[in-house]
Structure formats: structure tokens, C-alpha cells
């Protein structure tokens, strides 16, 4: 599993790509990208939920220069 966060502990979603790979990313990552922050619930700070947002679309390579993109700018 690739991690892709940041360096202070907050809340976490796993992304998970065409291909099976699955990244880490902060919430404030995936706020950054209206489709995967609809696919999350408004209220993502429950730990009892899975937090796994699917991305059927996307291969892992792409995703990875997408999160890196975002964290850029968080």
C-alpha cells in the first residue's frame, strides 16, 4: 500500500485505483476533489466507518501524480 500523507495524524481515506493499488490520503487530500469528497460522507471523522473510495476509472500511476499534485497545495 503506498502512503501518501501528510505529517501530522488526522483523519485518513484509502483510495483505491483501477489496478488494485490503494493509497492513503489525508482528508484534506480528497476535500481537494469534489467527485471523492461526495463519495465520502460530510461527516468523515466517524472511525467506525471504511473509508474506502473505489476510483474504477483511474490507474494507479495517475493517481499517484494526482495525490502528489494535491498535497502541493494543502
Do not use: H
Request: proline share 4%; glycine share 4%.
Amino acid at each position: 500500500m503506498s502512503e501518501f500523507t501528510a505529517s501530522n495524524p488526522e483523519k485518513e481515506i484509502t483510495l483505491t485505483s483501477k489496478d488494485g493499488e490503494e493509497f492513503k490520503v489525508s482528508l484534506k487530500v480528497a476535500k481537494m476533489s469534489s467527485l471523492i469528497w461526495n463519495m465520502v460522507s460530510e461527516d468523515g471523522e466517524d472511525d467506525d466507518e471504511d473509508n474506502t473510495v473505489p476510483l474504477p476509472n483511474v490507474e494507479g500511476a495517475d493517481l499517484a501524480r494526482v495525490i502528489e499534485y494535491c498535497k502541493q497545495y494543502i
